[in-house]
């Protein structure tokens, strides 16, 4: 029986602890806040599980196997840091980390200890965004072109770090789990508007080698409430649409098709405008299934779907992708 502990319980860290309440065969154990009031809150819907105000005591509770972190981003290094050299096996909310350097760092420690490493990029345990692989796996789609995504609402608006930090993770996850290669290049602009040091909004463009191109938009201010993900490819495209209660995919049979024989190119196009269909995605909460992987994942001395590596992948973008924000979206190369 694993037993776990989650440090962080605020707005999100509440989800990850009813998360890890229902995983098999873990129990959890303890919980960790530097707020007294959000610990007792927690302490009454889990009376059974210990409660800590202090890390450094929860540390040094040798019943304790694995550490889901849910704190603020600029804390999950030194946090994650101190719990792998306890020789806990760790699970991290997204970004892994504020730098490169600090992920890097991450990895060699849970090699060196034989501890998992893990980060929380939710999406890639969604139903629909696994279906969507699958989809462009197959060929099914042709070759794709671009993609793009639209992560957009009104709140909730973040201190301690931009939109790009507090959002793009998990586009940049997706656009990573679904290309299955890393771009080369990145250029991002973005305006702080409420507070000029915070970016509440950032488009992103970045480009792949083979002159594939993905754009990302987050904002927490907008009219819109949207979480949708585009991929057009050369005979398919198709819309991953979180904010849909069930039909969360679609795909268009619309394409451009040219026939040969023509002399003038205009003429040789064809617009294909097909059906669209709705493949059948089996919902489960993709938290449960993410939470359910680390455990497996620890149980089982495997390697998780979205490992330290997986988080410093998302880092490098993230942190490239500032760059260019600081210097007016300068194109910065992503090495
Ligand atoms: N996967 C998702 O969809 C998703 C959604 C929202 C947030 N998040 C991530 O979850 C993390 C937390 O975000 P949030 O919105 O819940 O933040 P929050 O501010 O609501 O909660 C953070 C909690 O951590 C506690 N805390 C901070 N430092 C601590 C320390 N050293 N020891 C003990 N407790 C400490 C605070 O008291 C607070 O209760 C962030 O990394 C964020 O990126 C993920």
């Keep these: 029986m694993l037993r776990l502990a989650v440090v962080g319980t605020g707005y999100w860290g509440k989800n990850i602890v009813r998360a890890f309440s229902n995983t098999q065969p873990s129990a959890l154990y303890a919980c960790c806040d530097a707020d007294q009031d959000r610990l007792q809150q927690i302490k009454t819907s889990y009376p059974g599980i210990q409660a800590y105000t ?14 889901a972190i849910a704190t603020p981003s600029p804390t999950h290094f030194m946090l994650a840091k101190q719990a792998l050299a306890s020789g806990k096996h760790v699970y991290v909310e997204k970004p ?9 760092e991450l990895i060699d420690l849970a090699a060196r200890h034989k501890r998992i490493l893990m980060v929380g990029h939710l999406m890639i345990y969604h ?6 692989k699958d989809i462009i796996d197959s060929g099914e789609l042709g070759d794709i072109f671009y993609v793009y995504t639209q992560r957009l609402n009104l709140g909730i608006i973040r201190e301690n770090e931009n939109a790009w930090w507090s959002l793009a993770p998990h586009d940049i996850s997706i656009i990573l789990y679904l290309s299955g290669s890393i771009p080369s290049r990145i250029s991002v602009n973005g305006q702080g508007y409420l507070r000029s040091h915070v970016q509440d909004v950032v488009f992103a ?11 990302i938009h987050v904002s927490w201010l907008d009219p819109h409430k949207m979480r949708k993900l585009t991929v057009v490819g050369s005979r398919k495209m198709v819309v991953f649409d979180d904010m849909e209660p ?13 026939k040969l024989g023509y002399e003038s190119y205009g003429d040789a196009l064809t617009l294909r ?22 455990v497996h994942c620890v149980m089982n001395g495997h390697k998780p779907e979205t490992d330290g590596e997986n988080g410093l992948a998302v880092v490098k973008i993230l942190e490239a992708g500032q760059q260019s924000l600081d210097s007016s979206g300068a194109v910065v190369d992503i090495l």
């Design 246 to 258: 069930i039909e969360k995919l679609k795909i268009y049979d619309k394409g451009v098709e040219a």
């Design 127 to 132: 139903p629909a965004i696994q279906k969507l």
């Design 96 to 104: 892994l980390t504020m730098t490169v350097s600090e992920s890097s």
């Design 273 to 294: 405008q097909g059906d669209i269909y709705i493949p059948n995605v089996t919902m489960e909460e993709p938290l449960k299934i993410e939470c359910q992987h680390f």
């Design 54 to 67: 202090s890390y450094d005591t929860l540390l040094q509770d040798t019943k304790v196997d694995a550490i």
């Design 205 to 215: 463009d970045l480009q792949f080698e083979d002159g594939r191109m993905a754009q």
